[in-house]
Structure formats: structure tokens, C-alpha cells
């Protein structure tokens, strides 16, 4: 953290400015903007006049990743709450009325290790924004009677997702490949805590997580930098800072490797489809940023058409669909293969699967052609992702708070640098021949017909 007597230093595109030992060299695509307040907030202005509008984003260092037992999915009803009440408009009513006059549109989202809030206004509203922005985000008011209602929608989307087969098996999986650190990779929270929180609750996550110093604010948009920097300092200036980075001083647990491959089967009435999903622990920003690159660009060669695994499982008619993912993650981010096997050939479809997990380090797993094909599928993504300016501050903050600006900023180009070797290097690391956890999720009618006991199984 800057200490508050440095003076705040701009950043803009052309420059690789000091700022301090933990900012040495922010670099920013063009038309993007850095600066950091003396209260340690960072602040992220983006210029884009496609569209009269500018959309507002605070991000904060919050998530699942700070939770345990006992305050688990507390940060999601945390960022509900945020758009209830706080002291300048102290009822809900009166804050959708604000929305209204300033012609907003606003959401938030929670996730592993980010909470964000965002709002997008004419242009002229910016101003106005900033600060009905800053009333939330530090003067929130939490009543008992607006918790009561707000817990019941919280835990009500956990149960919309429950009733998913896929979200089941996924949730059971994920408790498995965390283990006693489930908690941190589980942003959806715990039914009996979700509906016990109180407002002390909330004011412990408050107090420890939303400071400046801990935060991003990003402004973009039809706005000129200079302009939005002045108002951000003059909005959010004399927010006052922890002192210290709260992440440090709240140091999260190091995640528990796997040590042997842990299968199992739940069945379940609303499965009319089976599924399978497997899992590792993959690389962490925090400890092997290059593998999470070379992640990236083996799923999408894997997500071709022409792959391997596609044409394996795909056009032999094995399964009608796969996925193969990797989540970026500063504190580990998993790996997953979710499958759909044709119902009369599950056994054939995890069998060829398990053959393809023990091959995909061969030399000639994929050509060159596809390695160039996922590059250009990757550089083209990042472009479209790109157009729209209201989803450019979650882009960044996502980055900000899992990686680094640096990392958004560099991201494309390493992709474009990827070789074979580092392919390797990540497969051999953190997937082929490593511990896994594997499960399926299978009606008791269709189980009884398939056995699933007797071929899913560690091998």
C-alpha cells in the first residue's frame, strides 16, 4: 500500500511510471487510465465515446475466498444489502427512486475472490453517480426487517440453482476437491447461515474487507480522465484507509492437495439426463501465472471441433456435449471436464474419456494448425469481448483482483507466446496423471440398468 504522503501518480498508456513497490510498473491498454489516491484507493479511468453513457464500477477484495464455516455466502447477501439503504437514502424505496432519476442500470455479482457493483447513466450523471455510489459503498444501513426479506431471495436463487442436476453434481464435486476449504471456493454459501445472518454479520465483513486501500473504482465510458480522476479524489478522498492490506492481515488458507483420485454417484429423481464431472486443482496466479495461461489455451484447442476429445466423444456418439474449463485463480483455480454421455453408452463414454485424459501430453495430441486456431479463437474473444464499454470495468476488476492489471493488460499477447512446451509443462504439472475428483449424477431407474458402481471407479 502507498503511503498517504506520496502524492497520487498517473498512469496513461504510453508510460511505465513508479508508483511504489507494489505498483513498479502498471501498464494499461491504450485509452486506459491509472491513478492511486493517497487513502490507497486504486482508480481506473477508461475513455471510450462509443455511446454517451458512463458506467461506474467499485470492486472490492471480497468473495468466498475470505468465508469459512461461518460466514459462508455472507459476501453474496452482503452485495444485495448494498443496494438497500445507507445514509443518504435511507430506505429501499427512496434508493430506487435515485436509480430512477439518474437513469440507471445496476447489478452486482459475487464470486470466489471479487464483489462488485456497477452502474451505467447518461454521461451527465457522472458526478451525481460518484456519489450515490460512495453512500453505498460506505454508509450502509442494515435493518433487521430488510435482512429478514433479503435472506429469503438469497437462499431463494441457492435453491433455483439446487434444482439443476447439473449445479448438484458440480456442488458435490467441489466439496470433495477443497475439502475443509470448501467454503472458500463456494460463493452461493450455506442454507443455515445464508438464513441466520444478522447485521453484526455484516458490519464483521465491512469492517474487515471494504476499504480503499482494498478496493478498485473504475469509470468508463464518454468521460476524460483528468475530469473523472479530480472527481474520483473529490467523491472518495476522505474514505478513510484500514492502515494495512486486510488480505494480510486476514491471510487466507493455503488449499490442501489432493492425494488420491475420489470418486462418487448421486442419484437423484431429477437427473432424467446423466451427467459427469471431473476436477482438479489447477495452477494459482499467485505461484505459476504461466500456467494460467497455457491453461487457457489448451481447453480452447480441447473445444475445437476437429480435437481429439471432441471427435472421441462427439462425433462417435459417446456424449452429446463436453466442456473443458479452467478458472483463472490467484488462490488455485480448478479444472473441469463436464460431460453429457448418451444414456446407452455411458460406460463407453466414461471409458474413452479416461483414455483421453492419459494421452493428452503426447506429442501428438493436437497439431500445430490447432494450437494456431485456439490463438486466433482467443485474440478474436478478447476483441468481441472488448466492444461492449459497460462490461469493460468488470473485465478489468476481475483481472485486478485474481491476477493483476498487468496480467489484462499483457493477456492476449501471452497467449500468442504460448508453446508446446508450456502445454506440457501445465498437463504434466496439474492434470495428467494427478488426482482428480470424479462424479456422476444418475436417475435410480437409469442406475439400476447401468451399474454405475461397477465401471466408475478410481482406476
Known sequence: MISKIIKSITLSVAGLLLASASFAQVRLPQGYYWKQLPNGLQVVVIENSKVPLATIEIAVKNGSFTEDSVYNGLSHLFEHMFFKANKDYPTQAQFLKRTQELGA????????ERVNYFFTFDTDSLKQGLKFL?????????????????RVVVDGEFQRAESSPGFQLDFEVRKRLWTDQFTRKNPIGIHDIINTATPEKMMVIKNKYYFPNNSLLTICGDVKHDEAFALAEKVFGDWESSGS???AKYPIPPFKPLTQSNYF???????????MDFAWQGPAYGTDSASTIAADVFSTIVGLNSSKLHQALIDKGLASDISFNYQTSRYVGPIEIFVVPNPNKVKECYDELIHQLSIMNDPDYYTDAQLADAKGILLRNDRYAKEKPSSLPSQVSYAWASTSLNYYTDNTDDYQKVTRADIKKYLGTYLVG????????????????INAASFFVAK
Open 265 to 275: 454417484i448421486k442419484e437423484s429423481t431429477i437427473a432424467q439426463t446423466p451427467f
Open 245 to 247: 492490506d486486510p488480505i
Open 434 to 449: 494427478k488426482p482428480y475428483v470424479a462424479g456422476m449424477i444418475i436417475s435410480p431407474d437409469m442406475n439400476k440398468t
Open 105 to 112: 442500470i445496476w447489478n452486482g455479482t459475487t464470486g470466489d
Open 134 to 150: 460512495n453512500a453505498a459503498i460506505r454508509f450502509p444501513i442494515y435493518r433487521v426487517e430488510d435482512m429478514k426479506k433479503e
